[in-house]
Each structure stands twice: as structure tokens, then as C-alpha cells.
């Protein structure tokens, strides 16, 4: 496979633009009294039975009824119970008593010129987390965060430079889905129709397994075929290399697996990823090579980010093709994505070039990542939530008026 030329990765930085929020497109207010009733959305199809039922649902009805709510929840996208018009009106009234139906709330909504849209969204507490939209020919892919903020501290990363503030709960994952469905006018399509909504990575703020069980659950209401209906194949996990927990991935929720590589030797790569001095390279690929699900059809995605002078030299390239022999696998050659006060540098379009070549002539796929939605700080590793910007510009800014 050919690299792709230097020229169409590094477009001229396009123009920001800043939508203003339609009411349609933000969560309803909540009605004080409903504020502190259950979240349906993140239930499992287990849990909604046993609340279902707690709440008056008779038990030979309940299984049925699971069905009928899941449908509206998750096909249809659904916000009130009042809307579910197969339900009987007092039973509707029942649920509405008893449950909410809550999605993160739309703050703000960049769209960039390329058609990139992020979305700044507040969540339960008040804590804000970063959900990126991205369009192309084939399919549209939802970058999703799963913590407020991040532990890993990868140098690179802009995230990593935010305090981690809470995991977030599967109702907080898959309510990232329903908002970007909400807001792309992406519900009730049927079978045969294109989806804008159409594939998952899990990419965004933080890392997935340290969150592993309601990552793994938030998933699976994403793959439940009468539900949101995403195959599992379009769904792509990313991580540092949290080693014991990379083969429950394959046999818990079974979807594509992507590693944060980044560096060839350990000592580099303690410093990218600090994560790595706890599970070094070796054990990092031992688990990837033992990955339940690894085949030719199913290959790892090592993301390898370009930094000038740290990690793209040749030596490096003929590294990483030696170390992953065997693995089924591409690598994703991810250009640096500038950040402010970022103490790295893109490596130039000729070196990107020449790493990719000698990847790609060792019989790997190396395509390069074009950079989306840099003008609004969407691309990959540039999320941070604005409240944290805002946060730490205070005392500089304070510091300059005295």
C-alpha cells in the first residue's frame, strides 16, 4: 500500500465556526422533582426489567414492556416518556413518575470547515467532557470519551495534561451516541439507509480500561441489534496498554482493538507513555499477540504519533516492524497535533513519508492520518475540556495583571 503524498495531509488551516444552539438540540430541563429519579438510559436489558418491575410493571408484561421502551430509548431516540405512543397513557405516566430519560447536556458545538463537530457536554455534577464528530465518504465516526479528564499523563497529549475528575457511567458513554444522533437528525433509519453515526472509536478523554465495566456496558447497549445497532467490528477500543485488562476487551465486548504506541524502546516510550513503566513493550505485545480475537480479518491498530526528532527516524521504523512480527496488524502514522504550551513538534511531511515507506514495504498497511477539525482543537489528542482551559488560564491571567 502507497503512503499518501505529503501534500493532501497538511491542508491550509481551515476556518472555525461556531454554531449556536438550537433548544432541540439540548437536553430537556430536567423538572426538579425528576432530578434524583433513575436514568434509564445505561440500563442494561437486565436492570430495566428488575426497575421496570420494582416501579409496578406486572411481571408477565415486563419483558415485553423492556422491549418496547428499548426500542424508543435507543431506535427511535426518544426523550419523554409521553412520547412512547404504544404505551398506555397511564403507563407512561407511571414511568414518568418513577424514571428520567437524561442525556449529557449540549454546552457548546464547533463545526469545523472540514465538517468536523465537537461538542463540549456537561454531565451529572457538572463536570464537562469533549465528544468528536467526524465525517468522511464511507462512514461517520464518533470519537468518545470515557473519563473526565485522564491518569496517564502522555506527554503528547493534551488530555493527559487535565487532573482526572471521575469515570464516567454507562449511561454518560452511550449518551455521548444519543446526543451526536440527536444533534445529526440520525434516529429511526431503517436497514438499507446510510447511517451518519456509523462507527465508534473510543478515543476521546481518558482510558477505557480503567473503566472497563461501564465502558463494557455502555458497548453493549451500542452493539444490541434492536437497539443503536452498531456492529462490533465498527467499534475500535484504544489503550495506553493497561495489560491485564486487554483480553477481557475480546471476550467481554469484542470489538477492535487499538494500542497507543508511540515509541520503539522502552525508554522513549516511558516518557510518551508513562503508563509503560508499569507494563513495558514486552508485555504489551505479549498481550497483544494472546488478544482473543486477533486474525488477519481482525488485525490491532498500533496509532504511532509523529514527533520531530523523538521517535521518526528510520531506525525507528525498521523497531516497530520488528517488534510487532507476527502480529496481525496497520499502523496508523498520526501527524502531532499542536497544543498550546505542547513541548513536541510534527515531524515534517517528508519523514512521515519515508517512516511510512519502510513500515508499508515490511507488508503493513501504514496509512497517515489527515488532521481533522485542528481549528477547533478536535484532532486527535487535543481534547480538554473548556471548564479546564478556563481553570488554568485564571492564574496566569492573574499573574499578568499583577
Given at each position: 500500500?502507497?503512503?499518501?503524498?505529503?501534500?493532501?495531509?497538511?491542508?491550509?488551516k481551515?476556518?472555525?465556526?461556531?454554531?449556536?444552539?438550537?433548544?432541540?438540540?439540548?437536553?430537556?430541563?430536567?423538572?426538579?422533582a425528576?432530578?434524583?429519579?433513575?436514568?434509564?438510559?445505561?440500563?442494561?436489558?437486565?436492570?430495566?426489567?428488575?426497575?421496570?418491575?420494582?416501579?409496578?410493571?406486572?411481571?408477565?408484561?415486563?419483558t415485553?414492556?423492556?422491549?418496547q421502551?428499548?426500542?424508543?430509548?435507543?431506535?427511535?431516540?426518544?426523550?419523554?416518556?409521553?412520547?412512547?405512543?404504544?404505551?398506555?397513557?397511564?403507563?407512561?405516566?407511571?414511568?414518568?413518575?418513577?424514571?428520567?430519560?437524561?442525556?449529557?447536556?449540549?454546552?457548546?458545538?464547533?463545526?469545523?470547515a472540514?465538517?468536523?463537530?465537537?461538542?463540549?457536554?456537561?454531565?451529572?455534577?457538572?463536570?464537562?467532557?469533549?465528544?468528536?464528530?467526524?465525517?468522511e465518504?464511507?462512514?461517520?465516526?464518533?470519537?468518545?470519551s470515557?473519563?473526565?479528564?485522564?491518569?496517564?499523563?502522555?506527554?503528547?497529549?493534551?488530555?493527559?495534561?487535565?487532573?482526572?475528575?471521575?469515570?464516567?457511567t454507562?449511561?454518560?458513554?452511550?449518551?455521548?451516541v444519543?446526543?451526536a444522533?440527536?444533534?445529526?437528525?440520525?434516529?429511526?433509519?431503517?436497514?438499507?439507509?446510510?447511517?451518519?453515526?456509523?462507527?465508534?472509536?473510543?478515543?476521546?478523554?481518558?482510558?477505557?480500561?480503567?473503566?472497563?465495566?461501564?465502558?463494557?456496558?455502555?458497548?453493549?447497549?451500542?452493539?444490541?441489534?434492536?437497539?443503536?445497532?452498531l456492529?462490533?467490528?465498527?467499534i475500535?477500543?484504544?489503550?495506553?496498554?493497561?495489560?491485564?485488562?486487554?483480553?477481557?476487551?475480546?471476550?467481554?465486548?469484542?470489538?477492535?482493538?487499538?494500542?497507543?504506541?508511540?515509541?520503539?524502546?522502552?525508554?522513549?516510550?516511558?516518557?510518551?507513555?508513562?503508563?509503560?513503566?508499569?507494563?513495558?513493550i514486552?508485555?504489551?505485545?505479549?498481550?497483544?499477540?494472546?488478544?482473543?480475537?486477533?486474525?488477519?480479518?481482525?488485525?490491532?491498530?498500533?496509532?504511532?504519533?509523529?514527533?520531530?526528532?523523538?521517535?521518526?527516524?528510520?531506525?525507528?521504523?525498521?523497531?516497530?516492524?520488528?517488534?510487532?512480527a507476527?502480529?496481525?496488524a496497520?499502523?496508523?502514522?498520526?501527524?502531532?497535533?499542536?497544543?498550546?504550551?505542547?513541548?513536541?513538534?510534527?515531524?515534517?511531511?517528508?519523514?512521515?513519508?519515508?517512516?511510512?515507506?519502510i513500515?508499508?514495504?515490511?507488508?503493513?498497511a501504514?496509512?497517515?492520518?489527515?488532521?481533522?477539525?485542528?481549528?477547533?482543537?478536535?484532532?486527535c489528542?487535543q481534547?480538554?475540556s473548556?471548564?479546564?482551559?478556563?481553570?488554568?488560564?485564571?492564574?496566569?491571567?492573574?499573574?499578568?495583571?499583577?
Amino acid at each position: 500500500m502507497r503512503v499518501r503524498r505529503a501534500k493532501r495531509l497538511f491542508p491550509a488551516k481551515p476556518m472555525t465556526a461556531t454554531l449556536p444552539i438550537s433548544p432541540d438540540l439540548v437536553t430537556l430541563p430536567r423538572r426538579p422533582a425528576e432530578a434524583g429519579l433513575p436514568n434509564v438510559v445505561g440500563m442494561g436489558r437486565a436492570a430495566l426489567r428488575a426497575a421496570l418491575v420494582e416501579a409496578g410493571t406486572p411481571e408477565a408484561q415486563a419483558t415485553m414492556r423492556v422491549a418496547q421502551v428499548w426500542q424508543w430509548l435507543y431506535h427511535r431516540g426518544a426523550r419523554d416518556f409521553m412520547a412512547m405512543t404504544n404505551l398506555a397513557r397511564p403507563y407512561r405516566e407511571l414511568l414518568a413518575g418513577r424514571f428520567r430519560i437524561a442525556r449529557p447536556e449540549i454546552v457548546t458545538r464547533q463545526v469545523s470547515a472540514d465538517g468536523t463537530r465537537k461538542y463540549l457536554l456537561r454531565i451529572d455534577g457538572g463536570a464537562e467532557i469533549e465528544t468528536v464528530y467526524i465525517p468522511e465518504a464511507d462512514r461517520g465516526t464518533l470519537c468518545v470519551s470515557s473519563q473526565v479528564g485522564c491518569t496517564l499523563t502522555c506527554s503528547f497529549c493534551h488530555t493527559g495534561t487535565q487532573r482526572l475528575v471521575r469515570n464516567l457511567t454507562a449511561a454518560e458513554i452511550v449518551g455521548q451516541v444519543m446526543v451526536a444522533r440527536d444533534d445529526l437528525e440520525d434516529w429511526g433509519r431503517k436497514p438499507d439507509e446510510k447511517r451518519l453515526v456509523s462507527n465508534l472509536v473510543l478515543m476521546g478523554m481518558g482510558e477505557p480500561l480503567y473503566n472497563f465495566e461501564a465502558v463494557r456496558d455502555a458497548m453493549k447497549i451500542c452493539m444490541d441489534g434492536e437497539g443503536i445497532a452498531l456492529s462490533r467490528r465498527r467499534i475500535t477500543l484504544s489503550t495506553s496498554g493497561v495489560v491485564p485488562e486487554i483480553a477481557r476487551v475480546g471476550a467481554e465486548i469484542g470489538c477492535l482493538l487499538a494500542i497507543s504506541f508511540h515509541a520503539t524502546t522502552d525508554a522513549v516510550r516511558d516518557v510518551l507513555v508513562p503508563i509503560n513503566r508499569k507494563w513495558p513493550i514486552g508485555e504489551l505485545l505479549a498481550a497483544c499477540r494472546a488478544y482473543p480475537r486477533l486474525s488477519n480479518a481482525e488485525r490491532i491498530t498500533f496509532e504511532y504519533v509523529m514527533l520531530k526528532g523523538v521517535n521518526d527516524s528510520d531506525a525507528d521504523a525498521r523497531r516497530l516492524v520488528r517488534l510487532i512480527a507476527g502480529i496481525p496488524a496497520k499502523i496508523n502514522l498520526i501527524p502531532f497535533n499542536p497544543w498550546p504550551g505542547a513541548p513536541y513538534e510534527r515531524s515534517d511531511p517528508e519523514r512521515i513519508e519515508a517512516f511510512g515507506a519502510i513500515v508499508n514495504r515490511a507488508g503493513y498497511a501504514s496509512p497517515v492520518r489527515t488532521p481533522r477539525g485542528e481549528d477547533i482543537m478536535a484532532a486527535c489528542g487535543q481534547l480538554k475540556s473548556a471548564s479546564e482551559r478556563a481553570r488554568r488560564a485564571r492564574p496566569a491571567a492573574a499573574a499578568v495583571a499583577v
